[in-house]
């Protein structure tokens, strides 16, 4: 059930929405904040939703007034909690579970969930605290399962069967958490600083939950390089850039004759790509019209540029990524993203997201 906070917050956005062109007020209308407070609670898991985008835990919890209160509780996706090593079978409907993460402060039934204790017995005569999400720290249990710092350099998802690619064109993977590191872009700047009154305005508006719930696939540049496998396929006089997060397909244009400004906009805009050299591929994205910049619901403008560049290391090894982001309304200096994949001999994971009702 949505529960508005007060009409004042209501009125605030919608007086900040009136400043921004109609093209950004989009699907996601309400607003969804989080606590900075975490919040333990022990309930009975009722449902368990194992699938693209996110993970769900349905919890039912018992108030002290007696009376029984169902949570849906988000957590990271199939393959951040797999590649930590934490999977399906390790829970069970109808397990009394501790968990703890941050409420919802306007919807009042929805939860994001980042710890959960499991019962005694289940993985070992001790109770397991399991991290959901990447990134978390551990509360209550001294064994620990999960988390980016678990990640290994194991393919989630192998190869098998699968026709592989060779040198720039193959499946390239986020690495384990012991292995290679991301070269920094001194200049990279967090987003809430550059960001503008109208891009904050944006994220004011921002609902993930009915983007969950429409297994929405997400634009430029919010798709691309998360912590999924991606695919640079060679199609020619093209390259077929693939998303594992959602299998989304892009197309880089190699041999374009197109005028980028007669192009149609779009979610992934239109992208015009050159070697630099054989280990160098930079790329350049405009006509963009997706009304988000990343996952936290930051607005873009229909101005957005997207210049990126994939660098192969000498021995094949990695791929270094850089995304530079610019857009006059919305951000006051370049927006900065550094990355890098290595080769798993990983397959694509299949994006299998279920449909379900838009949040209450």
Known sequence: MRKLKSIALMLSIMAALTALPASFLLAHHS?????????????????????????????????????????????????????????RDMFEIGDELRVAGNR??????????TNVLLPAGRLSEERVEVLVVARGNPRWADELVGGRDKWSDTAFRDSSGIEKGKGF??????????????????NALPLAEIATAAAKAVKETWDPYVFDAACELPGLPKVMHGPHPHQFIDGGDQILFVSGGYNVTRTLHLQSVENPLEQPFSPLGYS????????????????????YLDLGGYGQSEQVVLKERYTLSEDQSRMDYKVTITDPV????????????????EGMVKYDCVLTSAAQ
């Open 31 to 87: 607003t969804t904040h989080f606590s900075k407070e975490f919040t333990e609670m022990e309930g009975t898991l009722v449902e368990l939703r194992w699938r693209y985008p996110h993970i769900y835990f349905v919890l039912e919890v018992t108030e002290d007034n007696g009376e029984k209160v169902t949570w849906q509780m988000e957590a990271g996706t199939v393959y951040m909690l797999g590649r930590a090593g934490v999977t």
């Open 104 to 113: 919802s402060t306007l919807f009042e039934d929805k939860f994001w969930l």
């Open 169 to 186: 064109f193959r499946v390239w993977s986020p690495p384990g958490a012991n292995s290679v590191t991301a070269i920094v872009d001194p």
């Open 272 to 291: 015009i790509a050159n070697w630099k050299n054989e280990h160098t591929l930079l790329v350049e994205t405009t006509r963009i019209n997706y009304p």
């Open 330 to 345: 919305m951000l006051t200096a370049p927006f900065i993203k550094t990355g890098v994949w290595v080769d798993l001999n």
